[in-house]
């Protein structure tokens, strides 16, 4: 990196953590500082909704996986527009009517306070995780391909989303979740114009989509009905509106942020605004990994990108068999720039013999240089078994780094920076408001003053920070980035939506028949994972982990269901005896 990209990068990161900082410090009580006063408008909460959830691991990983899988991945945000709905409906009148600072309150006035705690309990533990994870995950990728420390990175990232949200609390939140949207934006809008005036002159946007498609890159809606594959258009309607509706309905990240509405109407307005662009937004950045995709159909890759694993490579009895690798692939290559020139000069001629001969050419490289990569990942974990072999989260920040003007790479990487402080801030926020609504203030004996509930918020909201930060340093990459933090949410969302759809529309369940589901749903949806998902390779599982959030949610109800039932059919035979 160059002196100017630092300038970019340092100057872009100050400017907002200063500004966060200085335009929300100094909250009078804990509504000021939970709910930000409820005076927010609903670009603002639209906005904040979408930056909370659009991590730095969305801008890293995502073009990666379009680079290696093609679009299909976007299926997995079909359900969110249609959960938007629902919520707007239900849920956001439910919270403004009862004036709750958590959404788990609502459990409580339903069934009681042992429900209440455990779902936010179930919330502390994924969410907790996916905070660290959300430091982590630019952290490691930064790490590799710049040379600097990993826990130096965990502790930067994590201490600038401290200094902030501890001071300003959900104002502070909102109010740097604006400009860090922006700089994402104008980051990822400058990837795709220099990616695309990167590519050979006679090589349009039309034409950089024939050859995505040639390459099936392009297949973006798949509706077999096959269960173990982990994007489908049925598994993103069904499992990823109920991932949707859970994440956004009860997750209090999300929730806190359109809790700070001015009303209800501002509020919903807010949602259908996120739900709107959602879509369009998750597709144009896979777009981008797809155009970075063509742009490698012409120009030099390696053979991992993971820069970890060819250190690791160089320094092992393994290094012989790899370089043999690498000149096949520079073989593959070269025939491959040829066969894309030939495709491109076909296309021109629109022969539909010669298209797809040309087609099936291309497709044929393709395939050897896959099988030659799988070859490699096996070389790699031989020679370090610690290493990740999986490089589809180096993929993107590969491209910036060797091919992106000085300037740029700084305001990139602060894309990237911007991105895990947004979604770690909102974190960060929900987990110290949970812990101090839910569980402290809760269980306090005694009446304590508003200002003993606004310092507690602040110790709390500092003490998960530098939880999270102790996480991210001992946490390990696994797969891809961008499925690892909706896996974690898949395997407790699901049982956590079941409780409120029970609370929301079956008034004939009560307080011990959904407390128990709940217990026991979580355990058999935790072993479900692990027996059908976790011990198998990517692509084998026995079942999507998307399937997850529905059966959590249908097993949780169904569960209380047959217990509220037994109860009631028990002290009926009781009764008559």
């Known amino acids: 990196m160059e002196l100017l990209d630092w300038i970019v990068l340092i100057g872009t990161l100050a400017f907002i953590v200063g500004y966060g900082y200085w335009k929300t410090t100094g909250s009078k009580n804990v509504e000021d500082y939970i709910l930000g006063g409820k005076q927010a408008q609903w670009w603002t909460i639209g906005l904040s909704v979408m930056a909370t959830q659009a991590s730095a691991i969305t801008f890293l990983s995502t073009p990666g ?3 290696h899988d093609g679009m299909g991945f976007v299926q997995f945000y079909f359900g969110q527009p249609i959960a938007m709905v629902f919520i707007c409906l239900i849920f956001i009148p ?3 009517r009862l004036k709750v600072f958590t959404a788990y309150e609502f459990l409580e006035n339903r069934f009681d306070l042992k429900t209440r705690t455990l779902a936010a309990v179930l919330f502390l533990i994924q969410r907790g995780l996916g905070a660290g994870i959300t430091i982590y995950a630019p952290a490691i990728i930064l790490s590799a391909v710049l040379g600097w420390k990993l826990e130096t990175l965990n502790i930067v990232i994590g201490v600038m989303v401290i200094i902030y949200t501890v001071s300003g609390g959900t104002n502070a939140v909102s109010v740097t979740q604006k400009q860090q949207m922006f700089v994402i934006m104008v980051g990822m809008f400058s990837a795709f114009f220099l990616v695309m005036s990167y590519l050979p002159s006679d090589i349009d946007f039309s034409k950089a989509l024939k050859i995505a498609g040639a390459n099936d890159k392009l297949n973006i809606l798949d509706f077999s009905f096959e269960t173990k594959s982990r994007y489908t258009f049925w598994s993103g309607i069904t499992g990823g509106f109920f991932l949707a509706l859970a994440y956004f309905g009860t997750d209090q990240s999300q929730v806190q942020r359109y809790l700070t509405g001015r009303s209800v109407r501002e509020s919903q307005m807010g949602l259908i605004f996120n ?3 959602k879509v369009p937004m998750q597709f144009f950045i896979l777009l981008v990994g797809v155009m970075v995709f063509v742009f490698y159909q012409y120009n030099s890759s390696p053979l991992n990108f993971n820069p970890a694993a060819q250190a690791a490579i160089e320094n092992s009895e393994y290094s012989t068999a790899y370089h043999q690798l690498q000149e096949e692939h520079k073989d ?3 025939k491959k720039k040829i066969a894309q020139e030939h495709y491109s000069a ?7 013999e010669m298209i797809v001969a040309a087609k099936n050419r291309i497709q ?3 395939k050897a240089e896959r099988i030659n990569r799988d070859k490699a990942k096996e070389i790699i974990a031989k020679a370090d078994p610690d290493i990740e072999t999986n490089d589809k989260d180096y993929v993107f920040i590969h491209f910036i780094l060797n091919n992106i003007p000085t300037g740029l790479i700084g305001l990139l990487l602060a894309v ?13 926020n929900a987990l110290g408001t949970i812990t101090t609504m839910d569980l402290y203030k809760r269980n306090q004996k005694g009446e304590k003053s508003a200002k003993h509930y606004l310092n507690a918020s602040k110790w ?14 001992f946490a390990s990459l696994i797969d891809n980035l961008i499925q690892l933090v909706n896996i974690i949410g898949s395997i407790f969302y699901g049982n956590v939506l079941g409780m409120f759809l029970i609370g929301f529309f079956i008034p004939y369940i009560r307080r011990n028949s959904v407390f128990t589901a709940g217990v026991l749903t979580q355990i058999i949806i935790i072993g479900i994972y692990y027996f059908a998902i976790h011990i198998h390779d990517a692509g084998s599982e026995k079942l999507g982990y998307l399937w997850l959030n529905f059966i959590g949610c249908a097993l949780v109800i169904l569960l209380a269901l047959i217990f509220e039932t037994t109860s009631r059919s028990g002290k009926m035979i009781g009764l008559r005896k």
């Open 275 to 277: 739900g709107l662009l």
């Open 94 to 96: 439910i919270y403004h």
């Open 416 to 428: 990237i920076f911007s991105a895990a402080m947004s979604s770690t801030a909102s974190e960060l």
């Open 332 to 334: 593959l290559e070269v």
């Open 65 to 67: 996986q379009a680079f």
């Open 364 to 366: 044929a490289i393709n």
């Open 460 to 473: 709390f909201t500092l003490l998960w920070g530098i939880i999270a930060i102790m996480f991210a340093n």
């Open 346 to 352: 076909v296309l021109d001629v629109k022969d539909y």
